[in-house]
Nanobody, 127 residues
Framework: QVQLVASGGGSVQAGGSLRVSCAASGDTFSNYAVGWFRQAPGKEREFVAAISRNSGVTRYADSVKGRFTISRDNAKNTAHLQMNSLKSGDTADYYC????????????????????WGQGTQVTVSS
């Protein structure tokens, strides 16, 4: 099993940038596809970004495409979500998730595909 710890959340003004990180332990990180999800108060958790085991494939929600970048460093057992041009609508708790992937190029974009979750880190964007 893999354990995930999300960090790096904070408050930022609209138009600013923030990077949230996910540290993995307990298993070979490169065996897992990684995703970032977010949940705002009163809303369902939604997909933000995903990356394949080998970083070869990335996917983004339309709402963040062009502004956010997901990355991973398997040697350091970390994944990151660089968030630029932040909007007030980006305010949410951000969760990293991992799932055993059938192949190195696979990406997963739905909640039910992920087996392991971090605790979430808060991101607040003020306008």
């Amino acid at each position: 099993q893999v354990q995930l710890v999300a960090s790096g959340g904070g408050s930022v003004q609209a138009g600013g940038s923030l990077r949230v990180s996910c540290a993995a332990s307990g298993d070979t990180f490169s065996n897992y596809a990684v995703g970032w999800f977010r949940q705002a108060p009163g809303k369902e958790r939604e997909f933000v970004a995903a990356i394949s085991r080998n970083s070869g494939v990335t996917r983004y929600a339309d709402s963040v495409k062009g502004r956010f970048t997901i990355s991973r460093d398997n040697a350091k057992n970390t994944a990151h979500l660089q968030m630029n041009s932040l909007k007030s609508g980006d305010t949410a708790d951000y969760y990293c998730a991992a799932a055993v992937a059938p192949g190195t190029w696979a990406v997963k974009v739905t909640l039910q595909e992920y087996n392991y979750w971090g605790q979430g880190t808060q991101v607040t964007v003020s306008s």
